[in-house]
């Protein structure tokens, strides 16, 4: 059973009198452990297929599903919760607290938890498992792009997510820390995280386990 | 920082600490706004409690005073011991009958013409600087404080009264003025020593202001028919008007105090928003990983009401220090902290956090409300 799927979803932007169909009626379903990558020319409705799926946003027409759970039955507090038990986010730009060490960072988004009891040891367990755990105490400033992408993963992953969501987690690194973040990935998914990633990267769509094409708010068969 | 004890038990309190600390400068220049708001409201307030308090010490030994006179329709102009003990059966405090007379005083240093007062127990209304007046007081002289430095005369020494040799037991502090008796000018003797048994007024001295005004209207009821024997003054209206120019006085300053505070919580508003606005992809992250919007906004108010809590905690701190100064400079005690002084500075303090905590609102509500999409759409 997927973890996560759109079926004909569909998103319509309003600007004026002018209409903006960003997403037109795609079907798109996610397994356990699977490495999917969507790629496609800019404006072609991958940044709207991942909020989507990240429960970020709500489709104009179709539907989107958790579990077997119709996202448009719950409420915008239910949807965060939801969110945060099941969908781990990755950015481009890594967006970390540049106050916070490496453990902080990834701590952050288990602070809401109300099990907070083994937070700090779980997030020095994940940036163990992201080859960081030597720079437990690191600012963010005192890492390097991949390790600062590294951490942005051990973050997502604080919550035990079913599913990690990568908006070109490789596009501000270069070839050989690009590929350690795929390891990453890589080890991720032999435990049934499934990891759905936008990207321009060949090195992505070539380590992808399927590649999803979009154009124009289309899914285009390969 | 989020791995101490405390930090684990609040960590919203420790992150909002930590995000403070980002912008530090920021951060407390806007605590230091609300620093001198609380500063202003308390130390104003302390300043106007310590002011009053200054001038009712000295008033309400007056306004604990019941003054009678011989009333217009009293047979005689002076009163004579049946009038005493009337009056002392009429009420319960200590009843100070008054005899006045001119006369002149000289010593070694000059000679002057002065009022000889002849009471018991002059200690209820003056204050004695040099010397003593026994309890049981017949031979001897008090002198109050003018006199005695026309005369150049001190306790122990002799001074000619009216052309009588009289020893001087003490010398008086200058009074204030709102002293009715105006000793200052006045030279005190026992009633012992007196020839005359007439009075010129009696003065019934209660324990407060209001006893004395219900003092005052008992005796007026119980002396007085529908003819004035008794002419009977407090001084309920002039205590009114007081108490009126002091409220008068402690709104202005309360004003002022609030004004600064106001201008203050601007500061913490325009921290906050510039705070909302810098880290909005930061907030936007943390929506996405699974923050609720009350979590966001429960952040966020925690920095506004940790830059409340801690500026006004410093505001109450030296504001407790200038009012040590000014009571020290007013009342004569560093520690003399009326009522009214205490609740300026919890007011202050009250005050300074709930404005800031309200300064927070607004960026707060803003940050909650930016949905995730949209703040980190760059």
């Known amino acids: 059973m997927s973890i996560i799927s759109a079926t004909n979803a569909t998103k319509v932007y309003q600007s004026g009198d002018k209409e903006l169909r960003a997403l037109d009626g795609v079907d798109v379903s996610v397994d356990p452990g699977e490495f999917a990558a969507v790629v496609g020319p800019s404006g072609s409705g991958k940044s709207t297929l991942l909020n989507l799926l990240g429960l970020l946003d709500e489709p104009s027409d179709g539907s989107v599903t958790v579990d077997g759970v119709a996202l448009s039955s719950l409420s915008k507090r239910e949807r965060t919760d939801l969110r945060r038990e099941t969908v781990g986010f990755i950015f481009q730009s890594f967006y970390l607290v540049p106050t916070l060490t490496a453990r902080e960072n990834v701590a952050i988004p288990g602070l809401v938890r109300s099990d907070r009891e083994r937070l700090i040891e779980r997030a020095d367990d994940l940036l163990t498992r992201v080859g960081l755990g030597d720079r437990l105490d690191h600012y963010p400033n005192e890492l390097s792009g991949g390790q600062k992408q590294r951490v942005a993963v051990a973050r997502s992953m604080i919550n035990d997510p079913d599913i990690l969501l990568a908006d070109e987690p490789t596009g501000n690194l270069d070839q050989n820390t690009g590929a350690q973040v795929l390891d990453v990935f890589d080890e991720f998914t032999d435990e049934g995280v499934a990891i759905l990633t936008v990207t321009h990267d060949e090195q992505v769509t070539d380590f992808a386990d399927r590649t999803i094409r979009l154009v124009d708010g289309m899914i285009q068969d390969a | ?378």
């Not at chain 2, 005695?148 to 306790?155: H, Q, Y």
């Not at chain 2, 943390?286 to 830059?307: C, N, P, Q, T």
């Open chain 2, 1 to 378: 920082m989020l791995d101490s004890t405390l930090s684990r038990r609040f960590p919203f309190l420790a992150l909002a600490k930590q995000n403070l600390m980002r912008a530090r400068a920021r951060s407390v220049l806007a605590m230091a706004g609300i620093t001198i708001g609380v500063i202003a409201l308390a130390s104003l307030g302390i300043f106007g409690a310590a002011y009053e308090q200054s001038y009712r010490n000295s008033f309400d030994t007056t306004a604990s005073s019941v003054l009678v006179t011989p009333g217009e329709d009293a047979p005689s102009p002076h009163f004579d011991r049946e009038n005493v003990k009337t009056i002392e059966r009429n009420v319960d405090s200590p009843v100070y009958p008054i005899a006045q007379y001119g006369g002149s005083a000289s010593g070694l240093g000059g000679e002057t013409s002065t009022t000889v007062v002849s009471m018991q127990r002059p200690t209820a209304f003056v204050t004695v600087s040099e010397g003593q007046i026994p309890e049981e007081w017949r031979s001897g002289v008090v002198v109050g404080a003018s006199v005695a430095e026309t005369l150049d005369t001190r306790p122990g020494e002799t001074i000619v009264l009216n052309g009588e040799r009289r020893r001087v037991r003490a010398v008086l502090d200058e009074a204030s003025r709102s002293n009715f008796l105006q000793p200052d000018e006045k030279v005190f003797i026992s009633p012992s020593q007196s020839t005359r048994s007439q009075y010129q007024f009696i003065i019934v001295n209660a324990d407060s202001p209001t006893a004395a005004f219900e003092t005052a209207e008992a005796l007026d009821e119980n002396l007085n028919g529908r003819r004035t024997f008794y002419d009977i003054v407090d001084f309920e209206s002039a205590i009114e008007r007081f108490n009126q120019q002091m409220s008068t006085l402690q709104t202005f300053l309360f004003g002022i105090g609030g004004v600064s505070l106001l201008v203050a919580s601007v500061s913490i508003l325009n921290v906050m928003l510039m705070s909302t606005i810098e880290r909005k992809e930061e907030i936007g992250v943390m929506r996405a990983v699974g923050y609720r919007r009350l979590d966001i906004l429960r952040l966020m108010l925690s920095e506004a009401a940790l830059l409340g809590l801690f500026g006004a905690i410093f505001g109450v701190v030296i504001s407790i220090g200038l009012g040590l100064v000014i009571n020290a400079e007013f009342l004569s005690d560093p520690f003399a902290f009326t009522v009214d002084a205490i609740t300026f500075t919890a007011l202050g303090f009250l005050f300074g956090t709930v404005a800031s905590f309200i300064s927070g609102l607004y960026p707060a509500w803003k940050a909650a409300n930016a949905r995730p999409v949209e703040s980190l759409r760059d």
